[in-house]
């Protein structure tokens, strides 16, 4: 779920594992140390958030733009199609998550 090029950029996947799939959602595994980046990619899907373990992260978009994206455990949140971007966990706790993917 690579090989997608933007502005010369090739982007990476949602997560590092689809741990569910069926026709109507797709859903990801997300994990990231503390200082650890998931690669620059794009959502296709509106999807849902579910922090299972928290941490303090920063999204960054293609254009640079830098939003602070804390989120606590047992969070979730919504987010329209069409982002690209970059998540970064900037805090000193392990986050962990799932995102599901709407399709």
Known sequence: MSDV????TELGPVGQEIVYENDRVRVWHIRLEPGERQPLHRHDHPYLVVAIEGAKNVVQTIDGTRIDADEPTGGVVYRDPGAVH?????????YLARLVELK
């Open 5 to 8: 090029i933007v502005d010369g």
């Open 86 to 94: 970059m998540l970064t966990n900037v805090g000193d706790t392990t």
